[in-house]
């Protein structure tokens, strides 16, 4: 397909951008626009060049699709592009609606004139890839928007309004309605009145007190980069730009390019984009699969997860029937739903108003048939197999027929859950994160049973929500809660092997973790696991469940909310404080338990830790629970705290190389006290590391 159409408009050819959905810049498209440039130059009749774009706007930059493989440097490359424009004879005017992004921004600052309409949204956000504008926007930007307002938009990534720029020499024009009919109209006035074509490197670029102005940005820039190499270099290149001729600026900021698209920090954020679209997509479901239509919702308890799940409903302004058992169950929900919408009112993200019109889509009810109507139930009562039959079989007996049930369970077996019911292909889990409003991550769980087009629609309606959605199979505890079983006893094990809380803490939080395992441990509640292992070793009397928690629980320690757990809390603060009593309580269990203490160092905690990760990861992967190991990298990094720099576990096992994971779990699994159940290592992860090979490159059993 040809990716630009060219129409000559009286003495004006209009050049349009024709590459869905957003006119990415991808090789094809550059030739094309290469070619198109020196077809207006060699046409008498035509006088100026409008370039547009279609569909979704100019353009969103370039095809990242492209970076790391041959067609990223095949000619025409995007500088090639644009010398050709800036280099035309006749005047190219860029007319800017819609997305006008990253290389679509620089496209337009090659161009001579740049004329706009209100909604056209502007950025230059390479650097939450991990990179900077690396064809010339680091450059030209600052020559007609001047270095501060530049470099805060490069800086930051974030999009600004075109309405917000109309009044900055960014525009030459600045018009309402159609924009092709408003740019033509410029064009003829800009041959009318023979305006010279308009270089922006020809533009002086004078910032007073450089040096100054450019070292303050250093130092705010470092303190809030954090392991981000990118923010920093995006400051280097627009110093360049004041301070240098145009051209050693341009070699300039191709060297800081260069230097990041090289980072691990930009291959873990790209991957993570990429990561994001992949996981939309499932293997055995077509992408045009009918949807079922979601107009009203049931939600099946108003606790914890009950009362959170409702509040990312109503946010996406989906009715919602909340039911409870008892209308004091029922009060606290609301109450608490209410509760947390006062620190959005706080901080002014929410209006009194538009909080009134979201709670007005709560329907609150003790009474199974409001529920008749609705097109999906999401229920989120107490984690107990015959809790869940009671709810599943009611729901069966009332909501209408191809409405969707979905279950908020954290460990339990879907497939039983379905078969309470007399339509298990209905029959979904939507694994909400705790607080569901706030976190991004949602497992959709898919039974043996499960329509496709059920899956579908959850993955529909997550999108709706605001949410990042992966797949899973049905296993114990899923993706993400099947892995952290494995981390949390990697911690524990260390415990028995001479470290403190507070070391393991601190080697994880040192590689990334938002917060370390025990830290954790004491925010959620220690009981929470306590009851568990009461529960299972009552049910398996002949397994030894316990663990030194268990005497920590015992001694009513419960964590933060308790004031005492791995570690001490002062009244009113979470800030953790190591506690000899705890030292004395693990060396006491660790001795009871036959352990002797022993270093361990900070690399150790993090390879037992995160390898446990991995392993598990890999068996997930090979039993087809996951789709694909980018799936696994989007749960950690959405539900767990994984560092986005490092791209998930994952990918972080795939830049560490598989055969140094693989000889690091063997030589774990074979020292003594190891559980093989841990440590044994992956089969996947064994054969990959054999044949040179990566979790991405890994396409799955073909299902
Ligand atoms: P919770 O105890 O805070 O809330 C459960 C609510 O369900 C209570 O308000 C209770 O009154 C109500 N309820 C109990 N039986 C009911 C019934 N038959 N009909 C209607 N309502 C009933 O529990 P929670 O933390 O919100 O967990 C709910 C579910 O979500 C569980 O399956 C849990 O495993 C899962 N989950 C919890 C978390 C978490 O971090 N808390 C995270 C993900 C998933």
């Known amino acids: ?67 790391g493989t041959p067609k990223a440097t095949t000619y025409p490359n995007l500088q090639h592009v644009l010398h050709a424009i800036e280099d035309s004879a006749k005047p190219v005017i860029a007319a800017i609606g819609g997305v006008c992004m990253g290389g679509g921004l620089e496209l337009a600052l090659a161009c001579h004139f740049r004329v706009s309409v209100p909604g056209a949204k502007i950025a230059l956000p390479e650097v ?122 341009l070699k300039r900021e191709r060297e800081l390019f260069v230097g990041l698209m090289l980072s691990p920090e930009s291959a873990a ?34 606790g914890t997860m009950g009362g959170g799940i409702t509040m990312s409903l109503i946010n996406a302004g989906l009715p919602v029937v909340l039911l409870e058992t008892k209308q004091e169950a029922l009060d606290r929900g609301l109450a608490t739903i209410q509760r947390n919408y006062q620190s959005a009112l706080r901080k002014r993200t929410l209006n009194e108003a538009s909080l009134a019109q979201r709670l007005a889509l709560i329907t609150p009810t003790l009474d199974y048939a409001a529920l008749r109507d609705v097109d999906l139930v999401i229920e989120a009562v107490f984690e107990s197999m015959d809790v869940k039959r009671q709810v599943f079989q009611a729901l069966d007996e009332v909501v209408k027929k191809g409405a969707i049930l979905a279950s908020n369970t954290s460990y339990l077996n879907l497939d039983q859950i379905a078969s309470f019911t007399r339509r298990p292909e209905d029959v979904i889990g939507l694994h909400f994160f705790s607080p569901a409003n706030v976190m991004r991550l949602l497992e959709v769980v898919r039974g043996a049973k499960t329509a496709k087009d059920v899956l579908a629609t959850a993955m529909r309606l997550a999108k709706t929500m605001g949410k990042v959605a992966v797949v899973s199979g049905v296993c114990d505890g899923f993706i993400g809660n099947r892995m952290l079983g494995r981390y949390a006893t990697a911690a524990h094990d260390l415990l028995m092997a001479g470290a403190l809380p507070l070391e393991v803490d601190s080697a994880l939080q040192e590689f990334g973790m938002a917060m370390g395992p025990f830290r954790v441990g004491d925010l959620a509640g220690l009981d929470i696991g306590w009851a568990t292992r009461k529960r299972l070793s009552a049910e398996h009397p002949d397994k030894d469940f316990s663990n030194v928690s268990d005497v920590l629980c015992e001694a009513g320690r419960f964590g933060q909310k308790t004031g005492a757990g791995w570690y001490r809390y002062e009244a009113g603060s979470r800030n953790p404080i190591p506690d000899p009593a705890v030292t004395q309580i693990i060396e006491e269990y660790r001795r009871k338990k036959g352990f002797t203490a022993r270093q361990v160092s900070p690399t150790e905690i993090v390879e037992r830790c995160i390898y446990a990760l991995i392993n598990e990861g890999a068996r997930i992967l090979e039993e087809g629970i996951a789709q694909r190991s980018s799936d696994i990298d989007l749960v950690y990094l959405n539900g767990y705290g994984f560092p986005p720099y490092r791209g998930g576990p994952m990918f972080y096992a795939d830049q560490t190389g598989l055969q140094d994971v693989a000889r690091a779990v063997e030589r774990i699994a074979a020292q003594p006290g190891s559980d093989p159940a841990a440590w044994k290592p992956a089969a996947l992860l064994t054969r990959l590391a054999r044949q040179g090979q990566t979790f991405s490159d890994y396409k799955g059993s073909a299902k």
């Open 1 to 67: 397909m040809n990716k630009v159409t060219f129409e000559v408009h009286g003495d004006v050819a209009v050049v349009k951008l024709e590459n869905p959905p957003v006119n990415s810049l991808g090789l094809e498209l550059r030739q094309a626009l290469v070619d198109s440039v020196e077809r207006a130059n060699s046409d008498s009749g035509v006088k100026a060049v409008v370039l547009i774009g279609s569909g979704a706007g100019f353009s969103g930059g370039a095809d990242i699709r492209e970076f």
């Open 269 to 302: 954020l790209r991957h993570v984009f990429q990561a994001e679209r992949a996981a939309s997509r499932i293997l055995d479901v077509p992408e045009d699969t009918p949807l079922r239509p979601i107009r009203k919702v049931g939600v099946i308890g108003a």
């Open 128 to 249: 939450k890839l991990g990179l900077l504008p690396g064809a010339g926007g680091t450059q030209r930007l600052p020559r007609l928007l001047g270095a501060e307002a530049a470099l805060n938009m490069i800086v930051s990534g974030s999009t600004v309004a075109s309405e917000k720029l109309r009044a900055t020499p960014l525009f030459d024009a600045f018009g309402d309605g159609d924009l092709l009919e408003f740019a033509l109209g410029f064009a003829r006035s800009v041959i009318g009145e023979a305006k010279a074509a308009k270089r922006v490197r020809d533009l002086p670029l004078v910032v007073p007190n450089a040096e100054a102005f450019f070292q303050f940005a250093r130092n705010t820039v470092k303190a809030l980069a954090g392991p981000y190499p990118a923010p920093l270099a995006c400051v280097e290149a627009v110093a360049a730009a004041a301070t240098k001729p145009f051209d050693a600026g």
